[in-house]
């Protein structure tokens, strides 16, 4: 069977504006290229806006863990706690992510789910955003994502398996075509790897975008064998900021005379720290202590300008934000810094994503919330 179109959405994690047009990539196959405002935050918020067309404000995802000891699914562990320690036992790269794995099995996570290097005494208070697979059908709860719309138009659709290398994605994508699917949404999530070690690199990351480049020259040619027209985009979520300097605010606040849990909760990101303040004092000593990092806190204009803002305040009392390419050393999500991080402004030069076709693109397509409708609409006319 030759369809008349085959429609293929590449997901290229953390493929960046400035990155694109540095290295020129794939100047020539996709000349259709725009610069697109980033979804704030990291991928733990940009994924579920790009399967739904949804905000961080509406789909409930931003940081990976949220200080909800109410909601807490890890609230047993604190019965173990005396198994817990030594926390540098623990602290462990190897031992969290088997404790990872374990913690995953046990309460039945589907979704993305890593410990990092959030504290195992802390679990308790905290709650997990990403407990369903994204990608599958029902993933999002009360939200429909691609999965459900492309099933409910009856659409011949692929779409990854994140749990896949890159490779086995892009293979599975050449046997979906073969099997007669006709709109694809490929997952891959290997360039972001790549960027946070050698962002600097220039030949690493050109050597990196040769190898994606044959992929995709290999799906193409896959595609154009069963249909007319192959339309060929490809999306990304955000850049990559190159480390300028580490700051410790982990210890700043914890030397204080506040107590966890009792005056205060926090999300140490890698480059915002998330308060929420429980007791009277806790939000005059936390912003005298933040004074002295260089960042500052969101505005409610612009935690409602990056689609963030929530009256229930889900994400934090207060949004700590670091200025371009300071990271937060130790934080929750590790104890040293990386070469590069994202998470930055969307405004910052080096967080704009990029979106790349072989066919014109609409102008309304300008953010990456944007790509779901572009995605559906093409999907429509298969």
Same mark, same amino acid.
């Given at each position: 069977?030759?369809?008349?179109?085959?429609?293929?959405?590449?997901?290229?994690?953390?493929?960046?504006?400035?990155?694109?047009?540095?290295?020129?990539?794939?100047?020539?196959?996709?000349?259709?290229?725009?610069?697109?405002?980033?979804?704030?935050?990291?991928?733990?918020?940009? *994924?579920?806006?790009?399967?739904?067309?949804?905000?961080?404000?509406?789909?409930?995802?931003?940081?990976?863990?949220?200080?909800?000891?109410?909601?807490?699914?890890?609230?047993?562990?604190?019965?173990?706690?005396?198994?817990?320690?030594?926390?540098?036992?623990?602290?462990?790269?190897?031992?969290?992510?088997?404790?990872?794995?374990?913690?995953?099995?046990?309460?039945?996570?589907?979704?993305?789910?890593?410990?990092?290097?959030?504290?195992?005494?802390?679990?308790?208070?905290?709650?997990?955003?990403?407990?369903?697979?994204?990608?599958?059908?029902?993933?999002?709860?009360?939200?429909?994502?691609?999965?459900? *719309?492309?099933?409910?138009?009856?659409?011949?659709?692929?779409?990854?398996?994140?749990?896949?290398?890159?490779?086995?994605?892009?293979?599975?994508?050449?046997? =979906?075509?073969?099997?007669?699917?006709?709109?694809?949404?490929?997952?891959?999530?290997?360039?972001?790897?790549?960027?946070?070690?050698?962002?600097?690199?220039?030949?690493?990351?050109?050597?990196?975008?040769?190898?994606?480049?044959?992929?995709?020259?290999?799906?193409?040619?896959? =595609?154009?064998?069963?249909?007319?027209?192959?339309?060929?985009?490809?999306?990304?979520?955000?850049?990559?900021?190159?480390?300028?300097? =580490?700051?410790?605010?982990?210890?700043?606040?914890?030397?204080?005379?506040?107590?966890?849990?009792?005056?205060?909760?926090?999300?140490?990101?890698?480059?915002?720290?998330?308060?929420?303040?429980?007791?009277?004092?806790?939000?005059?000593?936390?912003?005298?202590?933040?004074?002295?990092?260089?960042?500052?806190?969101?505005?409610?204009?612009?935690?409602?300008?990056?689609? *963030?803002?929530?009256?229930?305040?889900?994400?934090?009392?207060?949004?700590?934000?670091?200025?371009?390419?300071?990271?937060?050393?130790?934080?929750?999500?590790?104890?040293?810094?990386?070469?590069?991080?994202?998470?930055?402004?969307?405004?910052?030069?080096?967080?704009?994503?990029?979106?790349?076709?072989?066919?014109?693109?609409?102008?309304?397509?300008?953010?990456?919330?944007?790509?779901?409708?572009?995605? *559906?609409?093409? =999907?429509?006319?298969?």
């Amino acid at each position: 069977m030759k369809h008349k179109t085959i429609e293929i959405f590449l997901f290229i994690d953390a493929l960046g504006w400035k990155i694109v047009n540095d290295h020129r990539f794939l100047t020539e196959f996709l000349p259709h290229r725009k610069k697109i405002t980033m979804q704030f935050g990291y991928s733990s918020s940009a *994924i579920p806006t790009i399967l739904s067309g949804k905000t961080p404000a509406e789909h409930g995802h931003l940081g990976l863990f949220r200080f909800a000891p109410e909601t807490s699914p890890f609230q047993r562990l604190s019965r173990f706690s005396w198994a817990l320690k030594p926390a540098s036992f623990w602290n462990r790269g190897r031992v969290r992510h088997h404790l990872s794995k374990m913690l995953k099995k046990i309460y039945g996570f589907t979704g993305y789910f890593q410990l990092y290097r959030m504290p195992v005494w802390k679990l308790k208070y905290m709650d997990y955003c990403e407990k369903k697979n994204l990608f599958i059908a029902n993933g999002m709860e009360n939200i429909a994502n691609l999965h459900d *719309i492309l099933s409910a138009k009856a659409v011949e659709f692929h779409i990854s398996d994140w749990h896949l290398s890159d490779s086995e994605n892009y293979i599975a994508a050449e046997k =979906a075509i073969e099997n007669g699917k006709n709109f694809l949404f490929v997952y891959t999530a290997g360039f972001d790897g790549v960027l946070h070690d050698k962002v600097k690199d220039f030949t690493a990351v050109q050597n990196k975008l040769d190898n994606i480049k044959t992929h995709i020259e290999r799906l193409y040619n896959k =595609a154009q064998k069963y249909a007319d027209n192959v339309h060929f985009t490809v999306i990304s979520d955000h850049g990559m900021t190159p480390l300028a300097a =580490a700051v410790d605010i982990m210890k700043a606040v914890e030397e204080s005379n506040l107590v966890f849990g009792e005056d205060y909760g926090a999300c140490f990101d890698s480059t915002m720290a998330r308060f929420y303040y429980l007791s009277e004092n806790a939000e005059r000593v936390i912003w005298e202590i933040m004074k002295k990092f260089p960042g500052h806190f969101l505005s409610k204009d612009e935690e409602i300008n990056y689609g *963030i803002y929530r009256a229930d305040r889900l994400f934090g009392d207060g949004i700590f934000l670091l200025d371009a390419g300071i990271q937060i050393v130790p934080s929750d999500m590790g104890d040293k810094p990386l070469n590069g991080m994202h998470g930055f402004a969307p405004e910052n030069e080096h967080s704009f994503a990029a979106i790349l076709s072989n066919t014109a693109l609409p102008e309304r397509v300008k953010q990456v919330a944007d790509y779901f409708d572009f995605m *559906i609409e093409r =999907a429509g006319k298969l």
